[in-house]
């Protein structure tokens, strides 16, 4: 038997007792605890090998929002916990996030005791995380450190790991970013949202002669007016209320390197007008400030919107759009590439299976039928989250077409009335809202009236 020494949180004392039997039996000995508010002095004082973690504290609440500020809690305090969560109504949403967020595994109840006892010897004897995590995208190895997701608009600099581009339809970009890196040409990347503009834009920055130099990433498509220019430009002390110090901008910041200009298409005429500015002295002059500044740096844009189209219509302005777009560089929506299906689901299998340490190896003949003929409006972001989600709730080595769903057409969408949860109503909002709009970020953020940050946070929590 092995000896180990295990935590088990519940408001149900029955619960508790039934766990600490079970598991006292074959794996060590085992502390209980009704009261999650004594969390952190039971941990100050013990090692736990595992921590049982129910995640609904309060009697007919299936939220899990309390189990979920207690795991955060836990994992603050010990960042290594072993945290495996109960989840009393079946519900894998809940579960799928929970893994995001750092559990290592989660139990349903009623347990089964084989399966129960399974996940905690496997929880224990799990290896540390190795902060080397192949997903750059990661803050850090732990799968649940990536709280933030997706950088906002402030963006952040490149990784220093090149990152893997998968796909043959891929091949004649990857030839272009080639021929183009070393120069300092402007690049404009388009594509549908999820296509893998932003991966390009870090190739590009990757094999140019700025590689050692900052790679600085702005989504100008969600910076407020008042915002913009101070963001991109700097401001000097006192030149606004908030504005205590000195600040460099986005474009100083990405001195030497280059600056990524994601969703530029949403520029208003005034942004446009400033940016345009910029561009042609090559220095900016920070808010407050009459002196300009020469910029160096390399500059990369992309959009999901048809610009050409906007300067028809007068919405975009002709002459910014020459100086940002010497280069273009169009990425296909993944419906139109079904032979990279194949090769980018298995990439991300062996990503996620290493990083939940789960023992999935590969997806069934039936699956990749179904995934070829599924349109993927949200691209390959879709497809990735897509086989995250299955990967952590498989049961089996290959993955099946049961362990995914695929969005529904909204008219064959069961009725919203079905439930009165919230959140399920909100996560329908946004699957028809995405397909309406066909994955653009920006449309489905402006119909929910969400802002971009809010609606990437909720895809993220509903691995959408
Ligand atoms: N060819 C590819 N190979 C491997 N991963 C890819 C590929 N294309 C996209 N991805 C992954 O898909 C996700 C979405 O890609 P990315 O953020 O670059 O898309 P985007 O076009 O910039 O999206 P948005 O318009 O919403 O900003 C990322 O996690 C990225 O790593």
Same mark, same amino acid.
């Given at each position: 038997?092995?000896?180990?020494?295990?935590?088990?949180?519940?408001?149900?004392?029955?619960?508790?007792? #039934?766990?600490?039997?079970?598991?006292?039996?074959?794996?060590?000995?085992?502390?209980?605890?009704?009261?999650?508010?004594?969390?952190?002095?039971?941990?100050?004082?013990?090692?736990?090998?595992?921590?049982?973690?129910?995640?609904? $504290?309060?009697?007919?609440?299936?939220?899990?929002?309390?189990? $979920?500020?207690?795991?955060?809690?836990?994992?603050?305090?010990?960042?290594?916990?072993? /945290?495996?969560? +109960?989840?009393?109504?079946?519900?894998?949403?809940?579960?799928?996030?929970?893994?995001?967020?750092?559990? /290592?595994?989660?139990?349903?109840?009623?347990?089964?005791?084989?399966?129960?006892?399974?996940?905690?010897?496997?929880?224990?004897?799990?290896?540390?995380?190795?902060?080397?995590?192949?997903?750059?995208?990661?803050?850090? *190895?732990?799968?649940?450190?990536?709280?933030?997701?997706?950088?906002?608009?402030?963006?952040?600099?490149?990784?220093?790991?090149?990152?893997?581009?998968?796909?043959?339809?891929?091949?004649?970009?990857?030839?272009?970013?080639?021929?183009?890196?070393?120069?300092?040409?402007?690049?404009?990347?388009?594509?549908?949202?999820?296509?893998?503009?932003?991966?390009?834009?870090?190739?590009?920055?990757?094999?140019?002669?700025?590689?050692?130099?900052?790679?600085?990433?702005?989504?100008?498509?969600?910076?407020?007016?008042?915002? +913009?220019?101070?963001?991109?430009?700097?401001?000097?002390?006192?030149? $606004?209320?908030?504005?205590?110090?000195?600040? #460099? *901008?986005?474009?100083?910041?990405?001195?030497?390197?280059?600056?990524?200009?994601?969703?530029? *298409?949403?520029?208003?005429?005034?942004?446009?007008?400033?940016?345009?500015?910029?561009?042609?002295?090559?220095?900016?002059?920070?808010?407050?400030?009459?002196?300009?500044?020469?910029?160096?740096?390399?500059?990369?844009?992309?959009?999901?919107?048809?610009?050409?189209?906007?300067?028809?219509?007068?919405? $975009?302005?002709?002459?910014?759009? &020459?100086?940002?777009?010497?280069?273009?560089?169009?990425?296909?929506?993944?419906?139109?590439? %079904?032979?990279?299906?194949?090769?980018?689901?298995?990439?991300?299998?062996?990503? &996620?299976?290493?990083?939940?340490?789960? %023992?999935?190896?590969?997806?069934? %003949?039936?699956?990749?039928?179904?995934?070829?003929?599924?349109?993927?409006?949200?691209? /390959?972001?879709?497809?990735?989250?897509?086989?995250?989600?299955?990967?952590?709730?498989?049961?089996?080595?290959?993955?099946?077409?049961?362990?995914?769903? +695929?969005?529904?057409? %909204?008219?064959?969408?069961?009725?919203?009335?079905?439930?009165?949860?919230?959140?399920?109503?909100?996560?329908?909002?946004?699957?028809?809202?995405?397909?309406? &709009?066909?994955?653009?970020?920006?449309?489905?953020?402006?119909?929910?009236?969400?802002?971009?940050?809010?609606?990437?946070?909720?895809?993220?929590?509903?691995?959408?």
């Amino acid at each position: 038997m092995q000896t180990a020494k295990l935590l088990v949180v519940d408001d149900d004392p029955d619960v508790l007792l #039934a766990a600490r039997l079970l598991l006292k039996r074959h794996l060590g000995t085992v502390d209980i605890e009704k009261n999650p508010e004594k969390l952190p002095f039971l941990l100050n004082n013990n090692h736990y090998d595992a921590i049982v973690l129910d995640m609904n $504290f309060q009697r007919d609440v299936s939220s899990g929002r309390e189990g $979920f500020a207690w795991l955060e809690r836990i994992l603050d305090i010990d960042p290594q916990a072993r /945290v495996v969560l +109960f989840t009393a109504y079946g519900d894998v949403d809940m579960a799928v996030r929970a893994m995001k967020a750092g559990a /290592v595994d989660f139990v349903l109840k009623p347990w089964q005791n084989d399966k129960f006892l399974e996940t905690i010897r496997a929880a224990i004897n799990r290896p540390d995380d190795d902060s080397s995590s192949s997903d750059t995208n990661k803050s850090s *190895g732990r799968p649940g450190a990536n709280r933030g997701g997706r950088s906002g608009p402030g963006g952040s600099p490149a990784a220093g790991k090149a990152t893997s581009i998968i796909g043959t339809a891929m091949r004649p970009v990857l030839d272009t970013v080639e021929r183009v890196a070393p120069t300092d040409a402007n690049v404009l990347i388009l594509g549908e949202n999820g296509t893998g503009k932003d991966l390009i834009a870090r190739a590009i920055h990757e094999q140019s002669n700025r590689h050692n130099k900052p790679f600085v990433s702005v989504d100008v498509g969600a910076l407020t007016e008042s915002l +913009f220019e101070s963001e991109l430009f700097g401001h000097v002390k006192g030149a $606004f209320t908030d504005a205590r110090d000195d600040r #460099a *901008g986005r474009f100083e910041e990405a001195a030497g390197g280059t600056i990524f200009l994601d969703e530029i *298409g949403n520029l208003t005429p005034s942004q446009q007008a400033r940016l345009l500015t910029v561009l042609q002295q090559r220095q900016v002059t920070r808010v407050g400030s009459n002196k300009g500044r020469p910029v160096d740096v390399r500059l990369i844009c992309a959009t999901n919107a048809d610009l050409n189209e906007r300067v028809a219509e007068k919405t $975009f302005r002709q002459d910014l759009l &020459y100086r940002i777009n010497t280069i273009e560089l169009a990425l296909p929506p993944l419906r139109q590439r %079904p032979d990279d299906i194949k090769p980018l689901a298995e990439h991300f299998v062996r990503q &996620y299976a290493k990083q939940y340490n789960r %023992p999935v190896t590969g997806l069934s %003949p039936a699956l990749l039928t179904e995934m070829k003929q599924y349109g993927w409006p949200g691209n /390959v972001r879709e497809l990735q989250h897509a086989v995250e989600r299955a990967v952590i709730l498989s049961a089996g080595a290959t993955l099946e077409p049961g362990d995914f769903v +695929f969005r529904k057409n %909204p008219s064959t969408a069961s009725p919203v009335s079905e439930t009165l949860q919230l959140e399920d109503l909100e996560r329908k909002a946004i699957q028809q809202a995405m397909l309406k &709009y066909q994955g653009s970020i920006t449309d489905v953020a402006r119909e929910l009236g969400l802002s971009r940050q809010a609606l990437y946070r909720r895809l993220e929590k509903f691995g959408l």
